[in-house]
Protein backbone atom coordinates (compact mmCIF):
# COMPACT_ATOMS: atom_id res chain seq x y z
CA UNK A 1 0.00 0.00 0.00
CA UNK A 2 2.98 2.34 0.22
CA UNK A 3 3.76 4.57 -2.87
CA UNK A 4 7.41 3.10 -4.20
CA UNK A 5 10.16 5.62 -3.77
CA UNK A 6 11.34 8.96 -5.67
CA UNK A 7 13.83 7.95 -8.65
CA UNK A 8 15.41 11.50 -9.09
CA UNK A 9 17.46 10.21 -11.99
CA UNK A 10 13.87 9.18 -13.55
CA UNK A 11 12.81 12.47 -13.28
CA UNK A 12 16.06 14.17 -14.86
CA UNK A 13 16.11 11.86 -17.55
CA UNK A 14 12.68 12.68 -18.74
CA UNK A 15 13.61 16.48 -17.92
CA UNK A 16 16.58 15.61 -20.42
CA UNK A 17 14.98 14.02 -23.08
CA UNK A 18 12.24 17.19 -23.20
CA UNK A 19 15.52 19.72 -23.40
CA UNK A 20 16.76 17.84 -26.30
CA UNK A 21 14.00 17.85 -28.25
CA UNK A 22 13.12 21.34 -27.38
CA UNK A 23 16.73 22.31 -28.28
CA UNK A 24 16.13 20.30 -31.70
CA UNK A 25 12.99 22.15 -32.86
CA UNK A 26 14.79 25.58 -32.12
CA UNK A 27 17.94 24.25 -34.32
CA UNK A 28 16.01 23.53 -37.14
CA UNK A 29 13.90 26.96 -36.33
CA UNK A 30 16.79 28.67 -36.81
CA UNK A 31 18.22 26.85 -40.08
CA UNK A 32 15.06 27.34 -41.40
CA UNK A 33 15.70 31.55 -41.00
CA UNK A 34 18.52 30.77 -42.39
CA UNK A 35 17.34 29.70 -45.57
CA UNK A 36 14.61 32.00 -45.66
CA UNK A 37 17.48 34.94 -45.03
CA UNK A 38 19.45 33.55 -48.02
CA UNK A 39 16.73 33.44 -50.46
CA UNK A 40 15.57 36.93 -49.81
CA UNK A 41 19.00 37.89 -50.16
CA UNK A 42 19.12 36.28 -53.45
CA UNK A 43 15.77 37.56 -54.44
CA UNK A 44 17.13 41.65 -53.33
CA UNK A 45 19.77 40.99 -54.85
CA UNK A 46 18.09 40.30 -58.28
CA UNK A 47 15.62 42.87 -57.81
CA UNK A 48 18.51 45.11 -57.46
CA UNK A 49 20.00 44.11 -60.64
CA UNK A 50 16.53 44.24 -62.83
CA UNK A 51 16.13 47.63 -60.91
CA UNK A 52 19.38 48.57 -62.63
CA UNK A 53 18.36 47.42 -65.98
CA UNK A 54 15.11 48.73 -65.84
CA UNK A 55 16.79 52.41 -65.06
CA UNK A 56 19.14 52.35 -67.79
CA UNK A 57 16.24 50.92 -69.89
CA UNK A 58 14.54 54.17 -69.25
CA UNK A 59 17.15 56.55 -69.63
CA UNK A 60 17.77 54.92 -73.14
CA UNK A 61 14.26 55.53 -74.10
CA UNK A 62 14.38 59.06 -72.34
CA UNK A 63 16.97 59.66 -74.87
CA UNK A 64 15.19 58.73 -78.03
CA UNK A 65 11.30 60.24 -76.97
CA UNK A 66 12.96 63.72 -75.22
CA UNK A 67 13.77 65.08 -78.82
CA UNK A 68 10.74 63.05 -80.44
CA UNK A 69 8.17 64.77 -78.17
CA UNK A 70 9.99 68.44 -78.05
CA UNK A 71 9.50 67.83 -81.95
CA UNK A 72 6.33 66.79 -81.98
CA UNK A 73 5.10 69.88 -79.72
CA UNK A 74 7.71 72.31 -82.07
CA UNK A 75 5.27 70.57 -85.37
CA UNK A 76 2.28 71.06 -83.12
CA UNK A 77 2.66 74.86 -82.74
CA UNK A 78 3.55 75.26 -86.58
CA UNK A 79 0.69 73.57 -87.33
CA UNK A 80 -1.90 75.90 -85.02
CA UNK A 81 0.06 78.90 -86.35
CA UNK A 82 0.02 77.58 -90.03
CA UNK A 83 -4.29 77.52 -89.21
CA UNK A 84 -4.52 80.95 -88.09
CA UNK A 85 -2.30 82.27 -90.95
CA UNK A 86 -5.35 80.33 -93.38
CA UNK A 87 -7.83 81.79 -91.20
CA UNK A 88 -6.55 85.53 -91.70
CA UNK A 89 -5.60 84.66 -95.31
CA UNK A 90 -9.35 83.94 -95.86
CA UNK A 91 -10.68 86.77 -93.72
CA UNK A 92 -8.76 89.32 -95.50
CA UNK A 93 -9.13 87.96 -98.67
CA UNK A 94 -12.36 87.52 -99.10
CA UNK A 95 -13.19 83.61 -100.71
CA UNK A 96 -9.93 82.56 -101.37
CA UNK A 97 -9.87 79.59 -98.47
CA UNK A 98 -13.03 78.08 -97.84
CA UNK A 99 -13.94 77.92 -94.03
CA UNK A 100 -16.54 76.90 -91.85
CA UNK A 101 -17.64 76.57 -88.13
CA UNK A 102 -17.40 73.37 -87.11
CA UNK A 103 -19.45 72.08 -83.75
CA UNK A 104 -21.73 75.57 -83.56
CA UNK A 105 -25.48 75.69 -83.96
CA UNK A 106 -27.02 77.99 -86.48
CA UNK A 107 -29.01 80.26 -84.14
CA UNK A 108 -30.90 82.34 -87.23
CA UNK A 109 -31.76 78.81 -88.28
CA UNK A 110 -33.41 77.76 -84.71
CA UNK A 111 -35.04 80.64 -84.28
CA UNK A 112 -36.87 80.19 -87.67
CA UNK A 113 -37.69 76.45 -86.23
CA UNK A 114 -39.62 78.50 -83.49
CA UNK A 115 -36.99 78.61 -80.88
CA UNK A 116 -36.24 81.30 -78.13
CA UNK A 117 -33.27 82.88 -77.17
CA UNK A 118 -33.56 81.48 -73.74
CA UNK A 119 -34.35 77.90 -75.79
CA UNK A 120 -30.73 78.66 -77.82
CA UNK A 121 -29.11 79.32 -74.94
CA UNK A 122 -30.18 75.67 -73.32
CA UNK A 123 -28.56 73.83 -76.43
CA UNK A 124 -25.57 75.83 -77.07
CA UNK A 125 -23.69 78.72 -75.01
CA UNK A 126 -25.82 79.01 -72.31
CA UNK A 127 -23.53 80.48 -69.04
CA UNK A 128 -24.63 81.78 -65.32
CA UNK A 129 -22.70 83.11 -62.81
CA UNK A 130 -20.71 80.39 -60.96
CA UNK A 131 -18.28 80.37 -57.62
CA UNK A 132 -16.27 83.99 -57.60
CA UNK A 133 -18.21 85.17 -60.49
CA UNK A 134 -16.41 82.96 -63.46
CA UNK A 135 -19.15 82.05 -66.01
CA UNK A 136 -20.47 78.37 -66.14
CA UNK A 137 -21.70 76.83 -69.13
CA UNK A 138 -24.91 74.94 -68.53
CA UNK A 139 -25.79 74.08 -71.71
CA UNK A 140 -26.15 70.95 -73.27
CA UNK A 141 -23.63 71.13 -75.91
CA UNK A 142 -21.75 72.84 -73.36
CA UNK A 143 -21.27 69.16 -71.37
CA UNK A 144 -18.80 67.06 -72.08
CA UNK A 145 -20.38 63.88 -70.25
CA UNK A 146 -23.18 64.17 -72.82
CA UNK A 147 -22.71 62.47 -75.71
CA UNK A 148 -25.88 61.86 -77.76
CA UNK A 149 -24.59 59.14 -80.42
CA UNK A 150 -23.24 56.09 -80.66
CA UNK A 151 -19.26 55.68 -81.21
CA UNK A 152 -19.02 52.98 -83.40
CA UNK A 153 -22.06 54.15 -85.58
CA UNK A 154 -22.36 57.43 -84.99
CA UNK A 155 -26.26 56.57 -84.65
CA UNK A 156 -28.55 59.07 -82.22
CA UNK A 157 -28.82 58.04 -78.55
CA UNK A 158 -32.09 59.22 -77.72
CA UNK A 159 -31.75 58.47 -73.76
CA UNK A 160 -27.86 60.68 -73.47
CA UNK A 161 -28.54 63.47 -70.85
CA UNK A 162 -26.11 66.31 -70.25
CA UNK A 163 -26.72 69.90 -69.23
CA UNK A 164 -27.74 71.63 -66.23
CA UNK A 165 -31.33 70.41 -66.85
CA UNK A 166 -30.67 66.82 -67.30
CA UNK A 167 -32.42 67.22 -70.79
CA UNK A 168 -32.08 64.58 -72.60
CA UNK A 169 -31.60 64.21 -76.89
CA UNK A 170 -35.42 62.40 -76.82
CA UNK A 171 -36.79 65.58 -74.64
CA UNK A 172 -35.12 67.72 -77.91
CA UNK A 173 -36.50 65.76 -80.28
CA UNK A 174 -40.14 65.77 -78.54
CA UNK A 175 -40.19 69.57 -78.18
CA UNK A 176 -38.87 70.74 -80.77
CA UNK A 177 -38.41 68.28 -83.94
CA UNK A 178 -36.07 65.64 -85.10
CA UNK A 179 -34.45 67.39 -87.31
CA UNK A 180 -33.37 70.04 -84.21
CA UNK A 181 -32.40 67.01 -82.38
CA UNK A 182 -29.93 65.53 -85.20
CA UNK A 183 -28.37 69.35 -85.17
CA UNK A 184 -27.56 68.75 -82.02
CA UNK A 185 -25.85 65.07 -82.48
CA UNK A 186 -23.87 66.88 -85.79
CA UNK A 187 -22.44 69.90 -83.30
CA UNK A 188 -21.81 66.92 -80.52
CA UNK A 189 -20.14 64.73 -83.38
CA UNK A 190 -17.97 67.48 -84.53
CA UNK A 191 -16.62 69.41 -80.93
CA UNK A 192 -15.90 65.58 -80.45
CA UNK A 193 -13.16 66.02 -83.30
CA UNK A 194 -12.28 69.39 -83.49
CA UNK A 195 -12.84 71.11 -80.36
CA UNK A 196 -13.08 68.39 -77.46
CA UNK A 197 -12.82 71.36 -74.64
CA UNK A 198 -17.30 71.93 -75.64
CA UNK A 199 -16.29 75.34 -75.86
CA UNK A 200 -18.59 77.32 -79.06
CA UNK A 201 -16.67 75.49 -82.09
CA UNK A 202 -13.96 76.20 -83.97
CA UNK A 203 -13.58 78.04 -87.48
CA UNK A 204 -11.52 75.75 -89.83
CA UNK A 205 -10.42 75.88 -93.55
CA UNK A 206 -13.18 73.42 -94.90
CA UNK A 207 -12.64 71.07 -97.97
CA UNK A 208 -16.74 71.51 -99.33
CA UNK A 209 -16.29 68.44 -101.91
CA UNK A 210 -15.02 65.94 -98.97
CA UNK A 211 -16.93 67.23 -96.01
CA UNK A 212 -14.09 67.85 -94.11
CA UNK A 213 -11.11 69.81 -92.86
CA UNK A 214 -8.61 71.10 -95.26
CA UNK A 215 -4.52 69.45 -94.93
CA UNK A 216 -2.13 72.31 -94.93
CA UNK A 217 -0.69 71.31 -98.25
CA UNK A 218 -4.55 71.52 -99.64
CA UNK A 219 -4.42 74.97 -98.43
CA UNK A 220 -0.39 75.98 -99.70
CA UNK A 221 -1.54 74.41 -103.02
CA UNK A 222 -4.88 76.05 -103.27
CA UNK A 223 -3.28 79.37 -102.65
CA UNK A 224 -0.45 79.09 -105.23
CA UNK A 225 -2.95 78.61 -108.33
CA UNK A 226 -4.55 81.45 -106.65
CA UNK A 227 -1.30 83.01 -107.08
CA UNK A 228 -0.43 81.44 -110.54
CA UNK A 229 -4.28 83.71 -111.80
CA UNK A 230 -3.17 86.23 -110.64
CA UNK A 231 0.20 86.46 -112.23
CA UNK A 232 -1.06 85.39 -116.02
CA UNK A 233 -3.90 87.92 -115.25
CA UNK A 234 -1.12 91.01 -114.86
CA UNK A 235 0.98 89.28 -117.88
CA UNK A 236 -1.62 89.67 -120.10
CA UNK A 237 -2.63 93.05 -118.84
CA UNK A 238 1.41 94.42 -119.46
CA UNK A 239 1.61 92.41 -123.04
CA UNK A 240 -1.35 94.82 -123.54
CA UNK A 241 0.35 98.40 -122.93
CA UNK A 242 3.73 96.84 -124.61
CA UNK A 243 1.49 96.34 -127.60
CA UNK A 244 -0.04 99.67 -127.12
CA UNK A 245 3.39 101.27 -126.58
CA UNK A 246 5.05 100.23 -129.62
CA UNK A 247 2.49 101.10 -131.96
CA UNK A 248 3.61 104.93 -130.99
CA UNK A 249 7.13 103.67 -131.92
CA UNK A 250 9.09 103.70 -128.93
CA UNK A 251 8.31 107.67 -128.00
CA UNK A 252 6.14 109.71 -126.01
CA UNK A 253 2.58 109.85 -127.04
CA UNK A 254 2.34 113.50 -126.95
CA UNK A 255 5.25 113.78 -129.41
CA UNK A 256 5.21 111.13 -131.39
CA UNK A 257 2.24 110.80 -134.57
CA UNK A 258 -0.58 108.33 -133.86
CA UNK A 259 -0.80 105.19 -136.57
CA UNK A 260 -3.66 106.72 -137.97
CA UNK A 261 -2.22 109.90 -138.68
CA UNK A 262 1.05 108.27 -140.18
CA UNK A 263 -1.33 106.42 -142.17
CA UNK A 264 -3.18 109.93 -143.24
CA UNK A 265 0.39 111.73 -144.44
CA UNK A 266 0.74 113.82 -141.50
CA UNK A 267 3.95 114.54 -139.41
CA UNK A 268 4.41 113.73 -135.98
CA UNK A 269 4.06 116.45 -133.01
CA UNK A 270 8.16 116.46 -132.41
CA UNK A 271 8.89 117.19 -136.11
CA UNK A 272 6.32 119.69 -136.49
CA UNK A 273 8.22 121.36 -133.44
CA UNK A 274 11.31 121.09 -134.44
CA UNK A 275 10.14 122.64 -137.82
Partial sequence: DSLPPFDRTDLQGSGGAAGMAEAAALEAAAERLRQEKAELSRANERLRKELADTRERLSFVEELVGPTESQ???????????KEAALRVAHSCGSSIP?????RLDETWLRMSGLTEAEC????????AGENGVPTDISLLGDPLFVPYERDTLNPSWDAKGGFLRMSLGDI?????????????????ELDRHDASRRLGVELPWHEKDNREME???????????LLIARSQGNAHCGCE????????????????????????GASRAWSMLE
Wanted: proline share 3%; aromatic share 4%; glycine share 10%.
Fill in 72 to 82: RKKFQQQLILA
Fill in 216 to 226: IAEIIGLLGQQ
Fill in 121 to 128: SMLQRGCV
Fill in 99 to 103: TRCVG
Fill in 242 to 265: DDEDSEWGGLPRSEAASPDETAEG
Fill in 173 to 189: RDKWGEEVALEVVRCCI
